[in-house]
């Protein structure tokens, strides 16, 4: 696979912080008024000392690392509070920019050898238990140079860290991350990015080494699948996967997880991802942008195993996956039998160019695969050179689709550009939909001129035939950037990531 590029990696960076856990603080990087012994009002009475010292340690424990040291100063009982106060550390709080910067007419620069040194600093001073760590500002090749980053990771083990964030910045290639990380078995949150990971071979594993483990992302991780089946098998009560901007993901993924339910494959390039077995995942979100890989036109097959609960799935691309259902790969044509089936799933998403033939022509029996569908999201890709020319009779001859027929209540077709193949579809949709209560085309993004254009040709499906009684249709243009993110698709308490 060719290298990146320039642009491609900081396209890469921009997406995998992006991804990252929100920082502890709502404003980090600027600096926060540490609590003032004395009540309000200008008076001289002390009325914070005079709480317990569990809520003043809880307040400590909520102000960045800089400031609640700061507390330490106001009194010997403070001094007190702040070492057994559970350490939260955003090391974004500890950078200083330096001089030359934006203000000085230049690109940002930034103080990352500082922030190492302040980093050890804070957790070298801190004896007490530590709650929260997040560091992507720090030099992590110095940090391993100097043999400070072990030291950092015993640390998190000893005071019982619960959520770590560790990014290599600002990333130099092939840094190895230590297997020390693998030590720390208090954490219920792990999200790493831009390392290589440690060999696990030889490493202990099984149940006791992640008890608590609910969340890992792996973010431009450069792993192997024994080194994934390691982990799954190591966190007995994992909840969420997500792979994130791997571009060198090992050839085969395999889910096997007896509590993970959500799985989520973001811009990541694999031959194959199986949920092998997989009896309480909810959720699999498959989301690619383009160009994706210029230099290649890359196929994942889609194994769906043991997966008897999985209620959301999406985005499929005809264009991209391979879809596999137990040991049948569904092509167009495919028998539909109940081992070909997903009987669990309610709410689907697509995405399909409608000028390719072979994608449009796949599409049909993907519905199929999944017969109670409630909600269907369509993403019209626009096809840079259409291949193979599509009748429009094809959709008016496809045969019975279960989900179409009798389960869908809502459809919704998103960056409708207009194509005369996109309005066969969706003319197909409402003649065959017997439950349809909602039908929402979103338009794609452009002027007023193109917009009023696709408007008109919405115009006709007010008077094409209807398989249910009173549908509402809705055609709807989205105000600037999408709000589809990696939170969004991620996040469990939300029924349907993709109605954005």
């Given at each position: 696979m060719a290298p990146l590029l320039t642009k491609d990696v900081e396209e890469v960076i921009r997406v995998v912080l992006t991804c990252l856990p929100a920082p502890p603080f709502p404003t980090a990087g600027g600096s926060r008024p540490s609590p003032s012994p004395h009540g309000g009002g200008g008076g001289t009475e002390d009325r914070i000392s005079r709480l317990p010292d569990a809520v003043l340690s809880d307040i400590v424990s909520r102000l960045p690392a800089k400031d609640a040291a700061r507390t330490a100063?106001?009194?010997?009982?403070?001094?007190?509070?702040?070492?057994?106060?559970?350490?939260?550390?955003?090391?974004?709080?500890?950078?200083?920019?330096?001089?030359?910067?934006?203000?000085?007419?230049?690109?940002?620069?930034?103080?990352?050898?500082?922030?190492t040194d302040a980093v050890s600093r804070a957790i070298g001073a801190h004896r007490g238990p530590i709650r929260s760590v997040r560091l992507t500002c720090c030099s992590m090749a110095l940090a391993a140079r100097l043999g400070v980053l072990e030291y950092w990771l015993h640390r998190l083990a000893d005071g019982g860290a619960e959520d770590l964030v560790l990014v290599n910045r600002p990333m130099p290639n092939g840094?190895?991350?230590?297997?020390d990380v693998l030590r720390i078995a208090s954490l219920r949150t792990l999200y790493l990015a831009f390392w290589s990971f440690p060999d696990t071979a030889g490493l202990p594993c099984g149940p006791a080494v992640f008890p608590r483990?609910?969340?890992?992302?792996?973010?431009?991780?450069?792993?192997?699948?024994?080194?994934?089946?390691?982990?799954?098998?190591?966190?007995?009560?994992?909840?969420?996967?997500?792979?994130?901007?791997?571009?060198?993901?090992?050839?085969?993924?395999?889910?096997?997880?007896?509590?993970?339910?959500?799985l989520v494959l973001w811009r990541s390039l694999t031959n194959e991802l199986a949920v092998v077995v997989a009896p309480r995942l909810q959720r699999l979100i498959l989301w690619q942008e383009y160009p994706c890989r210029p230099d290649s036109v890359f196929i994942t097959r889609i194994?769906?195993?043991?997966?008897?609960?999985?209620?959301?799935?999406?985005?499929?691309?005809?264009?991209?996956?391979?879809?596999?259902?137990?040991?049948?790969?569904?092509?167009?044509?495919?028998?539909?039998?109940?081992?070909?089936?997903?009987?669990?799933?309610?709410?689907l998403a697509l995405k399909v160019r409608f000028g390719i033939r072979k994608e449009a022509k796949t599409l049909p029996a993907f519905l199929r695969c999944f017969p109670n569908v409630e909600t269907l999201h369509v993403l019209s890709r626009e096809a840079d050179e259409p291949a193979g020319k599509l009748n429009l009779k094809f959709w008016q001859e496809v045969g019975p689709i279960d989900c179409l027929e009798t389960h869908i209540t809502k459809v919704v077709f998103d960056r409708f550009r207009g194509e005369r193949y996109e309005l066969a579809f969706l003319?197909?949709?409402?003649?065959?939909?017997?439950?349809?209560?909602?039908?929402?085309?979103?338009?794609?993004?452009?002027?007023?001129?193109?917009?009023?254009?696709?408007?008109t040709k919405l115009k006709s499906l007010t008077t094409a035939k209807r398989a249910s009684q009173c549908p509402t249709l809705l055609a709807v243009a989205r105000d600037g950037d999408s709000a589809w993110c990696f939170q969004r698709a991620s996040d469990l308490s939300v029924s349907d990531p993709f109605d954005w």
């Open positions: 100063a106001l009194s010997r009982r403070w001094r007190r509070v702040w070492a057994s106060a559970p350490l939260v550390l955003d090391d974004s709080d500890l950078l200083r920019a330096l001089p030359g910067g934006e203000g000085g007419g230049g690109p940002a620069r930034f103080d990352w050898f500082g922030t840094l190895h991350l230590p297997p483990l609910q969340e890992i992302g792996l973010c431009s991780v450069v792993i192997d699948a024994r080194d994934i089946d390691h982990l799954l098998a190591c966190s007995p009560v994992l909840e969420k996967l997500a792979i994130v901007a791997c571009f060198f993901v090992p050839s085969h993924v395999r889910i096997r997880s007896r509590s993970l339910q959500c194994r769906i195993g043991y997966a008897t609960v999985l209620k959301v799935l999406g985005y499929l691309e005809p264009g991209i996956h391979q879809l596999q259902i137990g040991g049948t790969i569904i092509e167009s044509g495919t028998k539909m039998i109940p081992s070909t089936m997903v009987p669990s799933v309610k709410v003319k197909f949709i409402l003649e065959r939909a017997q439950s349809l209560l909602n039908l929402v085309v979103v338009l794609a993004n452009g002027d007023q001129a193109s917009v009023d254009e696709m408007l």
